[in-house]
């Protein structure tokens, strides 16, 4: 019910002051915070967004399987409110979470809108979930077994590993070169070529003789030189 | 013409006159003399073959280029004296000659087949033969190669690329003679005969790259690894023996280790029915220790998924185990539900 007059309020000061007061009381407003989240009318998302964030961690740690399943779709409202709680609650809680939902492939409905949805968070968040994420993403990026990419827009993995940068060089090496490979000259082949090339020399003087012929490929339009 | 003059060479008794004729004849040998020269030599019952092959050795290289094929085929076919003779030819044509027998040797499959089989027959004759009975010609020839790598460099190529087993050893020491950055062209074939496994050459090639060094090697291991045996640049050499040369071999952890994430990316793609070759790569990141934690661990715990308590899945859980947990932490969710599901048990 308070969530409901919460949500059509639009005196700001007097919103925020509601807020406040409510997650004095997690004990009490925690769990309708999270019906409220978990369920219809949508209207009522963005508030309980913020009252689980203003709670603030680790009293609102109960949310945070809630808050993951919620970050499947950007345009939901509340989402931003959202992903700040989770950055609040920090990467060593919430990136095991993160990393559970890679798996999860069969568990999680709309397992490729949601991991787009993971990578746009982690492309706006502090960089460490990025580089604590960074192995898991390039694993998930060289996996034959994908959904194709209409479904799954590589583009969104690939902006996580060059936020990371060259520090993901290590890991990511091998399967950016397979995506190169099989990528061409599309576009995501292209932005994988770039985060490559932004590598420290001594990677790439190791990965030299893998690389010639990609490039050599790439620069022919992708026609195969073997 | 030609012939009665070689005949007439071939009848006099004296050898001094003999050899002043044959000078003489070689002397004026024009294209078309060096024609019929051939041209004999390819009538294998002529009598006039002696002659018409001192003749061909006078004339020298490389206007006598043009009768190198027939001089292959008495090497490789030849009975003593022929084969000799035809050998000294060869020989006295020098590295320079040798570009062009491997260009020959390019032109179809039966000159192919001869350059193998006469390059055998010389092999033998100057590392078995003469090695036992003239050994300072044999360090002669080596030397001669070894210091006109320009020439030399493509013949080595090639037999260290076909089945001249003779010559392997001796080319991997000539192209470790030669020195990088000469004989980087040669590297892959050092690679491939490092780990071919009962080859004559794999202790001199695997010394090789040990002198050559982790900095210039690893690219060519990495590129070996990615090659995965399609192209015959290594041989056509497996991972699984670049595996094997990584764990077997006196290339130390310097080599290993940079080559890990790649073997991890490897180890992925090797189905399940491959447990033996799942095991090698898994002994690679076993070597490498919790450095290979950053990299392995997705591979592994996807690995884990497949192998409920087969021993790989002991082995697997016993390397994560040795992690830090730094490293673990980030995957304790998935831990904990593998361990909910019965994989991860002691990790």
Request: glycine share 6%; proline share 6%.
């Amino acid at each position: 019910m308070v969530f409901d007059e919460l949500s059509f309020t639009t005196n700001i000061q007097e919103k925020e002051r509601l807020i406040h007061e409510l997650a004095q009381h997690p004990q009490e407003t925690l769990g309708e915070a999270m019906r409220a989240l978990g369920s219809l009318p949508k209207s009522r998302w963005k508030v309980a967004a913020q009252v689980i964030r203003a709670i603030g961690y680790p009293h609102n740690a109960a949310a945070l399987p809630l808050l993951m399943g919620h970050i499947s779709d950007p345009n939901w409202p509340g989402w931003g409110e959202v992903v700040k709680t989770l950055e609040e609650m920090g990467p060593e809680v919430v990136v095991p979470y993160i990393l559970l939902d890679f798996w999860q492939r069969d568990r999680v409905q709309y397992w490729d809108q949601h991991i787009e949805s993971i990578c746009s968070m982690l492309s706006q968040v502090e960089r460490t979930f990025a580089l604590q994420c960074g192995p898991a993403l390039a694993h998930l990026l060289g996996r034959d077994d994908l959904p194709p990419d209409r479904d799954l827009d590589r583009s969104f993995l690939l902006d996580v590993l060059e936020k990371i940068g060259p520090d993901c060089a290590e890991y990511a090496m091998p399967v950016l070169v397979d995506f190169i490979g099989k990528e061409g000259n599309s576009s995501s082949g292209m932005q994988a070529l770039r985060l490559v090339q932004s590598f420290d020399k001594e990677i790439l003087e190791r990965y030299q003789y893998v690389l010639a012929p990609l490039l050599k490929k790439m620069e022919s339009g992708g026609e195969t030189s073997e | 013409m030609i012939e009665n003059l070689l005949r007439e060479s071939a009848s006099l008794q004296d050898t001094e006159a003999r050899s002043q004729m044959i000078h003489e004849i070689a002397k004026h040998a024009s294209k078309e003399i060096i024609g019929e020269l051939i041209l004999i030599l390819q009538d294998t019952q002529s009598p006039l073959i002696p002659v018409a092959l001192e003749v061909l050795e006078i004339i020298g290289y490389p206007k006598n280029a043009s009768a190198i094929p027939a001089i292959l085929w008495y090497i490789d076919n030849g009975t003593s004296p022929l084969f000799e003779k035809a050998l000294q030819i060869l020989v006295a044509m020098g590295p320079a000659a040798l570009p062009n027998i491997v260009h020959l040797a390019q032109e179809n499959e039966a000159m192919d087949a001869l350059v193998i089989n006469a390059l055998s027959k010389v092999g033998y004759y100057v590392f078995v033969q003469l090695q036992e009975e003239a050994e300072f010609i044999t360090e002669r020839v080596l030397q001669a190669l070894a210091t006109h790598p320009e020439e030399s460099l493509e013949m080595l190529l090639y037999v260290l690329s076909n089945p001249i087993k003779v010559w392997w050893e001796e080319a991997v020491k000539i192209v470790s003679a030669i020195g990088y950055p000469q004989n980087a062209p040669a590297i892959p074939l050092l690679v491939a005969h490092a780990c071919l496994g009962n080859d004559l050459a794999e202790k001199e090639a695997i010394q090789s790259l040990v002198a050559l060094g982790p900095k210039i090697v690893v690219p060519y291991l990495l590129e070996a690894l990615w090659d995965e045996g399609q192209t015959s640049k290594y041989l056509s050499i497996k991972p699984e023996d670049i595996v094997w040369l990584l764990l077997d071999s006196a290339l130390g952890p310097e080599y290993l280790i940079p080559c890990g994430s790649m073997v991890s990316d490897i180890l992925l793609r090797i189905p399940p029915t491959q447990p033996a070759f799942r095991r090698k790569f898994l002994q690679v990141l076993e070597r490498i220790g919790p450095q290979c934690a950053i990299y392995a661990l997705p591979a592994l715990l996807n690995i884990l998924r497949q192998e409920r308590g087969s021993d790989l899945g002991v082995q697997i859980r016993k390397l994560i185990a040795t992690f830090d947990q730094e490293a673990l932490e980030p995957y304790m969710q998935i831990l904990q539900d593998s361990s909910e599901q019965g994989i991860s048990n002691g990790v």
